[in-house]
């Protein structure tokens, strides 16, 4: 089975960056679409980007503009460029075929706070 390592994330003030990323055990070109999933604290997880393996992205509303998403087949990566980061943008981030139904992994946790 396909599993997924985060990493990258931390502290980091408003208007600050994160770069995420995302080793698949597996191959990535076998998964069509990745996509990027947060968690907030006492929400659901929801998604935030994805991609497909033609390099199609699609973002949510939240993070469309500040965020961008790419991937290297090559090396079974996928990456998650956070800019322009607010408060908001708190929580721990995973990553997973779209649709969520691979094994998720630990995620990694991003926090925005001054």
């Known amino acids: 089975q396909v599993q997924f390592v985060e990493s990258g994330g931390g502290l980091v003030q408003p208007g600050g960056s994160l770069r995420l990323s995302c080793a698949v055990s597996?191959?990535?070109?076998?998964?069509?679409?990745m996509a990027w999933y947060r968690q907030a604290p006492g929400q659901a997880r929801e998604r935030v980007a994805s991609?497909?393996?033609?390099?199609?992205?699609n973002y949510a509303d939240a993070v469309k503009g500040r965020f961008t998403v790419y991937r290297d087949n090559a090396q079974n990566l996928v990456y998650l460029q956070l800019n322009s980061l607010k408060p908001d943008d708190t929580g721990v981030y995973y990553c997973?075929?779209?649709?969520?139904?691979?094994?998720w992994g630990q995620g990694t946790q991003a926090t925005v706070a001054s």
């Open positions: 997973n075929n779209l649709g969520g139904n691979g094994a």
């Open positions: 597996g191959s990535t070109s076998s998964i069509s679409i």
């Open positions: 991609i497909s393996n033609t390099g199609g992205s």
